[in-house]
């Protein structure tokens, strides 16, 4: 009985295959995780299924309450001044809840590398001096003269010590069709396929992330012996070492080994077994407590935990909530930005001039004119910023996740919370208020067309 009811299912998987056989490697690939990956975790794939129908609902039903009740309801308020002298959220407030909904923190340190000239060299020294192992997990294995130089290093290394790559092959093979601003005008590629170059004469394992139900694998971090690990923004290319600005930390201390057990899961999860979920190592366990508490916060199927982290954050903001980031046109979030505004607290937003996917355009414009119609203060920095980071309070969060959808509800992501006040100061400092400095204030949001709100209600599912 259970054998004949899968025959249909089975038959349209074959059907589809078939079809898309003759597609692009990305067509095929698709239609493989989302047919026979799916038919693989029935249950879990059916369970995420039903978290995406109830989360695009309650989504959707929300931003028509911000758009016709909240914001004109918020309008009617007054703008005050910045209370100078607030005091800050109760820790408890975000400790209590990054406990209950990640577990306990690990304890390590985190040091800001700013801008691809600060990081690249670094992590190419790291990858030379490696003794035993690299795990390597990305968005995107460019396939530029950035991405082979750093595809040589690891082809050699790989020799001689362990090296693992985690790549979306989704996020991967898009970005071959895209030059960097940067690159010279008559520059040949020398490889058109970067992920069959990693694999020819080399040591290396690759896999690749499943994208059942349209999923990427979006967080980016980088573990050297299983020692220091750097975590952030950047994923391997051109754009990322010369053009965008951006951030990566430098990770250390026990951190390493929670980092390290959510490779390994990750890694596991990628493998398209059967009963995956059976296979995955213990969750990191720490009883550790004290300043250097970092909060491991993820955006996984059904545990959007950086989003409501973050929400909860803005919402219990009293002194400055200060963020940087290149796709901020999530309704839920931008509303409660601008609802601090009206409860006094000293809110500032930077984003990039040149944003580099044309849906985000119109989203941005609407975006920006609803925060300064609310008295936050919006800076345009002169070209594209990647980074991802904000400061609420005493508070910051780092790491892959945007401010949209597809970071906040379908993608996997990995950020850190963490109110270490070294760490919280050197993000607000050296990274959201230079890049405050190096911005441009704007007063006006210019003008919308109708196009514009077309196209900005459609990166809402984006």
Not at 157 to 167: A, G, Q
Not at 205 to 218: D, P
């Amino acid at each position: 009985m259970g054998s004949s009811a899968a025959r249909p299912f089975t038959f349209l998987a074959v059907c589809v295959l078939l079809f898309c056989a003759g597609c692009s490697t990305v067509g095929r690939e698709l239609a493989y995780d989302n047919t026979v990956q799916v038919a693989k975790r029935p249950f879990s794939e059916t369970a995420e299924l039903g978290w995406r129908v109830k989360t695009f609902w309650t989504e959707e039903t929300s931003s028509i309450w911000r758009r016709y009740i909240s914001f004109p309801l918020l309008s009617l308020r007054d703008i005050p001044e910045v209370d100078e002298t607030p005091v800050p959220m109760k820790r408890s407030v975000m400790s209590k809840w990054l406990r209950r909904k990640t577990g306990p923190p690990a304890q390590g340190s985190a040091s800001l590398m700013l801008n691809g000239e600060n990081f690249f060299p670094q992590f190419e020294e790291s990858i030379r001096t490696a003794t035993n192992r690299i795990d390597l997990k990305t968005y995107i294995f460019d396939n530029d003269d950035v991405s082979k130089e750093i595809a040589d290093l690891l082809k050699t290394r790989s020799r001689e010590i362990d090296i693992r790559i985690l790549y979306d092959s989704l996020g991967t093979r898009l970005a071959w069709g895209t030059d960097a601003s940067s690159l010279p005008t008559n520059y040949v590629y020398e490889v058109d396929d970067m992920i069959r170059y990693l694999e020819k004469d080399s040591g290396i394992e690759l896999r690749r992330a499943c994208h059942t139900l349209f999923t990427s694998e979006h967080s980016k971090y980088i573990l050297i012996d299983r020692r220091i690990a750097y975590f952030g923004g950047m994923n391997i290319g051109r754009e990322y070492r010369y053009d965008w600005r951006d951030a990566m930390f430098e990770l250390s201390g026990p951190v390493i080994d929670a980092l390290g057990i959510r490779f390994e899961t990750a890694w596991t999860l990628a493998s398209g077994d059967a009963f995956t979920w059976f296979k995955l190592p213990e969750p990191h366990r720490s009883k550790y407590r004290g300043k250097n508490e970092l909060y491991l916060t993820p955006t996984t199927p059904m545990k959007p935990y950086i989003y409501k982290g973050q929400l909860r954050a803005i919402e219990h903001a009293k002194q400055c909530i200060y963020l940087e980031n290149p796709y901020l046109w999530n309704s839920s979030i931008v509303y409660q930005l601008c609802a601090a505004r009206k409860r006094g607290v000293d809110v500032r937003v930077t984003i990039p001039r040149d944003i580099n996917h044309n849906i985000g355009i119109a989203a941005s414009k609407q975006t920006v004119k609803r925060l300064l119609d609310h008295g936050v203060r919006v800076f345009v920095y002169p070209g594209m910023t990647h980074v991802k980071a904000a400061v609420y309070d005493q508070w910051t969060c780092f790491g892959s996740a945007n401010f949209d959808d597809l970071s906040l509800h379908k993608n996997y992501e990995l950020n850190i919370f963490t109110d270490n006040p070294e760490i919280v100061r050197e993000i607000k400092e050296d990274l959201l208020e230079s890049g405050q400095r190096l911005s441009t204030e704007i007063h006006e949001a210019g003008e919308i067309s109708w196009m514009d709100i077309f196209t900005a209600s459609l990166s809402q599912y984006l």
